[in-house]
């Protein structure tokens, strides 16, 4: 049940974040600035590549592949940026402090194409993955570079060092994260700890900074340090003071509530945004979502337009019956994410109508729903008729950011916020 309530009210939010996520969102930015500070100190300013590399490798979990998959949508055409998730997992033994992480077992397969030509980079916020350990062995008996970002101290950046790497330093969240006596929730699994929700930018910095260097990317300069800056002035609007018809945050978590959102994008970049977003609402929301790129999208996912989460699959038998205590039917919704090269305008997001509260297409003032929605291509204009014609909300979510990167910041900042409002507002009964 979703608790509107609760998001105008900071204090009952404050006790309902017990592991300071909100928080931990509002330091990205700093985290961001940090990183890229320790990771010239590190080697990193210093550094002089022969070339750039025929394949980045960026090999992980969890943030570690979504920093991954958002260097892909930013790298050049010449190079070629492949996120390497883990194959498997071997069991862990339980250690004196419970049992571990099942991320501790897993374990990466370096592809065997891989070889002098390429760059591998690991990544971890722990830094103590004996997969990520071994896998570094491998890269260097095949002649990859390598590059680790991991905690200093720990065992990944030791390793870096044994295998000839460069390793550039973690930076983690200021927020002091759930308490090891504070009680758990129902449910929850020991070894499956949540994600620190800040992590993705304290590995995306680095990572971008070294993917800079190198040749794979090529942003605007100072681009980092303005994405920092965007994600602080997202922090500041979607702060939990900030009262709900202010906070685009809370406004799209109330949206989204209740529904099984198509989370649809236009472009590599806010497809990176679409993918996290959805990770995000899985995370902390508990919810799904499913993702995809326009146009495919459209084509794979028409089928759930006239399932039983479409409105006409709605049950018209005993119209007149009490439905006071029956909860409220999912529905469907779609959530359009477009970044500068696909809008060009300014930074919005509004709604097409349909039939859950919408307004038409009616403009509104810039930052709130409806404000300043902007026509596509023929896949967005068609996106916008398949919802209209079936009555589903359809939500644009929209950055005018020229810089790719800074439009992403934003994109997310805002998603990853909204991501967490819904899901203290859903667990806090």
Same mark, same amino acid.
């Given at each position: 049940?979703?608790?509107?309530?609760?998001?105008?009210?900071?204090?009952?939010?404050?006790?309902?974040?017990?592991? $300071?996520?909100?928080?931990?969102?509002?330091?990205?930015?700093?985290?961001?600035?940090?990183?890229?500070?320790?990771?010239?100190?590190?080697?990193?300013?210093?550094?002089?590549?022969?070339?750039?590399?025929?394949?980045?490798?960026?090999?992980? $979990? +969890?943030?570690?592949?979504?920093?991954?998959?958002?260097?892909?949508?930013?790298?050049?055409?010449?190079?070629?940026?492949?996120?390497?998730?883990?194959?498997?997992?071997?069991?862990?033994?339980?250690?004196?402090?419970?049992?571990?992480?099942?991320?501790?077992?897993?374990?990466?397969?370096?592809?065997?194409?891989?070889?002098?030509?390429?760059?591998?980079?690991?990544?971890?916020?722990?830094?103590?993955?004996?997969?990520?350990?071994?896998?570094?062995?491998?890269?260097?008996?095949?002649?990859?570079?390598?590059?680790?970002?991991?905690?200093?101290?720990?065992?990944?950046?030791?390793?870096?060092?044994?295998?000839?790497?460069?390793?550039?330093?973690?930076?983690?969240?200021?927020?002091? +994260?759930?308490?090891?006596?504070?009680?758990?929730?129902?449910?929850?699994?020991?070894?499956?700890?949540?994600?620190?929700?800040?992590?993705?930018? !304290?590995?995306?910095?680095?990572?971008?900074?070294?993917?800079?260097?190198? &040749?794979?990317?090529?942003?605007?300069?100072?681009?980092?340090? !303005?994405?920092?800056?965007?994600?602080?002035?997202?922090?500041?609007?979607?702060?939990?003071?900030?009262?709900?018809?202010? /906070?685009?945050?809370?406004?799209?978590?109330?949206?989204?509530?209740?529904?099984?959102?198509?989370?649809?994008?236009?472009?590599?970049?806010?497809?990176?945004?679409?993918?996290?977003?959805?990770?995000?609402?899985?995370?902390?929301?508990?919810?799904?979502?499913?993702?995809?790129?326009?146009?495919?999208?459209?084509?794979? $996912?028409?089928?759930?337009?006239?399932?039983?989460?479409?409105?006409? !699959?709605?049950?018209?038998?005993?119209?007149?019956?009490?439905?006071?205590?029956?909860?409220?039917?999912?529905?469907?919704?779609?959530?359009?994410?477009?970044?500068?090269?696909? /809008?060009?305008?300014?930074?919005?997001?509004? /709604? /097409?109508?349909?039939?859950?509260? &919408?307004?038409?297409?009616?403009?509104?003032?810039?930052?709130?729903?409806?404000?300043?929605?902007?026509?596509?291509?023929?896949?967005?204009?068609?996106?916008?008729?398949?919802?209209?014609?079936?009555?589903?909300?359809?939500?644009?979510?929209?950055?005018?950011?020229?810089?790719?990167?800074?439009?992403?910041?934003?994109?997310?900042?805002?998603?990853?916020? !909204?991501?967490?409002?819904?899901?203290?507002?859903?667990?806090?009964?």
């Amino acid at each position: 049940m979703f608790d509107d309530t609760l998001l105008d009210d900071p204090a009952a939010l404050q006790r309902a974040d017990r592991d $300071h996520a909100l928080l931990a969102l509002a330091g990205t930015g700093a985290r961001v600035r940090t990183a890229l500070r320790l990771a010239d100190a590190a080697g990193l300013a210093g550094l002089r590549p022969d070339g750039r590399p025929r394949t980045v490798l960026v090999a992980g $979990h +969890g943030s570690t592949l979504a920093a991954g998959a958002v260097v892909a949508a930013l790298a050049v055409t010449g190079c070629q940026v492949l996120p390497l998730a883990p194959g498997d997992a071997a069991p862990i033994e339980r250690g004196e402090f419970g049992p571990a992480a099942f991320t501790s077992g897993m374990v990466w397969q370096l592809p065997g194409w891989a070889g002098p030509f390429d760059l591998v980079v690991i990544g971890s916020a722990q830094g103590g993955e004996q997969g990520l350990i071994s896998l570094a062995e491998q890269v260097y008996a095949r002649g990859c570079a390598v590059v680790v970002i991991a905690p200093e101290g720990s065992l990944l950046a030791e390793a870096a060092l044994q295998v000839r790497g460069l390793p550039l330093p973690y930076v983690p969240s200021a927020s002091p +994260g759930l308490p090891e006596d504070e009680p758990r929730a129902a449910g929850d699994e020991p070894d499956l700890p949540a994600e620190d929700p800040g992590a993705l930018w !304290a590995l995306l910095a680095p990572l971008l900074a070294l993917t800079e260097k190198v &040749g794979v990317t090529q942003l605007p300069p100072g681009s980092l340090e !303005a994405a920092a800056d965007r994600l602080d002035e997202v922090a500041v609007r979607c702060r939990p003071d900030a009262a709900g018809y202010l /906070n685009p945050a809370k406004e799209l978590a109330g949206r989204i509530a209740g529904t099984v959102p198509l989370l649809w994008a236009e472009g590599a970049v806010a497809g990176a945004a679409a993918e996290r977003f959805a990770a995000m609402l899985a995370e902390r929301a508990g919810r799904p979502a499913l993702t995809g790129l326009l146009p495919g999208a459209i084509t794979a $996912h028409r089928g759930m337009f006239v399932g039983q989460l479409a409105p006409a !699959a709605a049950d018209p038998d005993d119209f007149f019956r009490d439905r006071v205590e029956e909860p409220d039917p999912l529905q469907l919704q779609v959530l359009l994410l477009r970044t500068p090269g696909e /809008n060009g305008g300014e930074n919005t997001w509004g /709604n /097409n109508g349909g039939n859950n509260g &919408g307004n038409g297409g009616e403009r509104g003032r810039e930052g709130e729903p409806g404000a300043g929605v902007r026509p596509g291509g023929h896949s967005v204009l068609r996106a916008h008729r398949l919802a209209e014609a079936h009555e589903v909300r359809l939500t644009e979510c929209t950055s005018g950011r020229p810089d790719p990167l800074q439009a992403l910041a934003e994109l997310i900042g805002l998603t990853d916020f !909204a991501a967490v409002y819904l899901g203290l507002a859903s667990s806090s009964g």
